[in-house]
């Protein structure tokens, strides 16, 4: 049981929720395309020196959900090497990424003793990203080349940057959405090393959060509860798609069951499974607990079943613009 009282942890999660909503006021502010400034396609996290979710501004659910999947790529495959002021980028969608428009980028917090104490995240849509057909989510693609470049989890450089840059059909409005994101990150390091949140209040808020959901878990009857519905069309001349789901309640636990569910399509409507957890979460946290703050603790009781080559995970080269 947590040692931080529950009016204080509450007056930590607010503050802490501030600073991805202030990050998310400077990303919008300070882009340049329309998709981000005005449309508000971004998102802004922040997370334990682990890769857990620690809070998260309510912004895109589609973002939020699974940018913990390309937290933990970044930290698995740059995190020893990125020190203080240094970012990672990607938007690999096999990478915890949803589609390759929305970027994300990853920084370090660490403290004035230089030890890494969690680090901060933002996703936005940028407008066109190269591919086959401006805006880079072409109806007719059936491989993911063909949607625009492609980032696996790399730390950003100018080198980075260049390539990036000229894959867009619109370089400059990508420059300023770039610097747009490195910036709400750098002001979110800053804000988190302000405040200087304890461990022990890290380590409470998320527990928080998965008491949460187990005690909202409860009031579900247990059970196996299963639906079935159609998508209309893969997309590029593909026909229907069946999506299948068991959803099993058992106690204070619960999984989500895709097996069933069609294989990937060779249109651009698949979801990898980041995207599907988001889906999962966010209908979960609708119906059940509306009102719990979500972090990585409220998705410890929650299992998904999601079988690899299907439409709700699907495996490279497969399109996901549309997923």
Known sequence: MS??????????????????????AVLRRSAFSPNIKERA?????????????????????????SMPAAVRAAIDACGTAV?????????????????????????????????LVGWVANRAHHADVGGMAPGSM???????????????????TPE????????????????????????????GVRRWLELAPPSLV?????????????????????GRYGFADVIDSGGAGAGPARIVVAV???????????????????????AVEAVTASAVLFALRSAVAPDLAANGGSMRPVTIVAPAGSIVAARPPAAVGAG
């Open 41 to 65: 396609d971004c998102s802004c996290a922040c997370f334990t020196a682990d890769g857990t979710l620690l809070v998260q501004a309510e912004h895109i659910p589609v973002h939020l959900g």
């Open 248 to 270: 099993t309640v058992a106690g204070d636990e619960i999984v989500f069951d895709f097996t069933g569910t069609d294989p990937q399509t060779p249109g651009p409507v698949n």
């Open 202 to 222: 890290r380590a409470a808020i998320v527990e928080h959060g998965e008491r949460g959901m187990r005690a909202a878990l409860r009031n579900v009857p247990d």
């Open 138 to 156: 072409p109806p007719d693609a059936t491989e993911i080349a063909q949607e625009g470049i492609r980032i696996p989890p790399v730390r950003w």
């Open 3 to 24: 040692a931080v009282d529950p009016a204080s942890l509450q007056v930590w999660i607010s503050r802490l929720a501030g600073v991805a909503d202030e990050m998310g």
């Open 160 to 187: 980075v940057e260049a390539l990036f840059v000229a894959a867009s059909r619109t370089p400059e409005e990508r420059r300023g959405d770039l610097d747009a994101q490195l910036g709400a990150n750098r002001l």
């Open 83 to 115: 020190g203080p002021g240094e970012q990672i980028v990607v938007n690999d969608p096999y990478a915890g990424g949803t589609h390759l428009n929305d970027v994300t980028f990853v920084a370090p917090v660490h403290d004035a003793k230089g030890v």
